[in-house]
């Protein structure tokens, strides 16, 4: 299906829980989030019916989110019940890797066809510090035993931030001389515990790596290469460069809100439908979506939730 400037809508990410074992200072309060009673969270059925909708439209690929999903009670149902879904072609997950260790294989057997592990940091102590309470070690396990059990293309997420991980950007880049893995450096948005004061843009990592060789553009992100590398470095930039004309997703969040774009607070309400209503609410959604964004003009977000409500 088409929105309303003619783009075609293929991608759909579903948020799964708004909840989050870490707390990273851009992103979660310290206290976390208050738990939600669970009638006010999608249940598995209503996300993979929600999924079936968006897929009889023309939605192909599927990425699950949080919070941190892997916190979500029957995150491995979901996963089971969207891939059998006719028309889905590809169900990815983000996640901060906490978990990875015990569930990697887990979401392998379930149908997950690729990861994204968000890690802003290669040092320990800066890791504890950002996240409050986590540990590096466990996210470095986590990816390793992603690999064991047979995920490739594997992206790490880098949130550029002034003043916290410049220093470490040539390290991340390094990873893909010996790594096949794409690091991808997002620059902050101004949205819920993010600020303009830790913006850091993506031009940064030009300047601190030189070296690096255009390859392509892959959905939101410029690719890059160190030469000889195993890997690739992305770009996303969602304030340098507004990519808002070649947009080709939705989010639904974890109460059941069909969010056209996430930088505006228009929602559409999907909880309680189903079958052909059910679509028809998608397709009002979609229609919906608007041509652009406006960080650049205003500097703040206008989605009226944080990011965690609303799926990363």
């Known amino acids: 299906m088409k929105d309303a400037c003619a783009r075609e809508i293929t991608y759909l990410r579903l948020s799964v829980t708004d909840l989050c074992d870490l ?15 669970h009638d006010e969270i999608c249940s598995v059925e209503e996300l993979v019916e929600i999924v079936r909708q968006a897929a009889a439209l023309g939605v192909r690929k599927v990425r699950l989110t949080g919070g941190e999903p892997l916190v979500r009670r029957g995150i491995l149902d979901i996963c089971r019940g969207i891939a059998a879904l006719e028309g889905v072609e590809e169900i990815c997950l983000t996640t901060n890797g906490t978990a990875l260790s ?60 002034k003043g916290f991980n410049e220093d470490e950007i040539t390290d991340f880049v390094n990873l893909t001389r010996r790594e096949p893995l794409e690091v991808r450096f997002i620059e902050l948005m101004p949205i819920g515990e993010g600020t303009r004061e830790g913006f850091l843009p993506s031009s940064a990592v030009l300047e601190a790596c030189p070296e690096l060789e255009a390859v392509d ?34 989010r639904v969040t974890a109460d059941g809100r069909l969010k056209p774009c996430l930088h505006s607070d228009q929602e559409f309400p999907l909880r309680g439908l189903s079958g052909l209503a059910l679509r028809r609410a998608i397709q009002e959604g979609i229609a919906a979506k608007p041509p652009r964004h406006h960080l650049a003009e205003t500097g703040r977000s206008g989605a009226g939730r944080t990011m965690n409500q609303i799926g990363g």
């Open 23 to 37: 707390r990273c200072r851009y992103c979660m309060p310290p206290q976390g989030v208050p738990k939600r009673p």
């Open 102 to 161: 015990r569930l990697a294989l887990p979401l392998r057997e379930a149908g997950v066809d690729r990861l994204n592990v968000s890690l802003d940091t290669l040092r320990p102590d800066c890791f504890a510090h950002m996240t409050r309470v986590g540990r590096l070690e466990d996210v470095l396990s986590g990816l390793e035993a992603a690999r064991a059990a047979g995920f490739t293309g594997t992206k790490l997420n880098v949130v550029l931030m």
């Open 217 to 250: 553009v892959s959905g939101v992100a410029r690719r890059y290469r160190v030469p000889g590398g195993r890997g690739l470095v992305g770009l996303i930039e969602p304030l340098s460069r507004c990519f808002c004309g070649g947009c080709d997703r939705i």
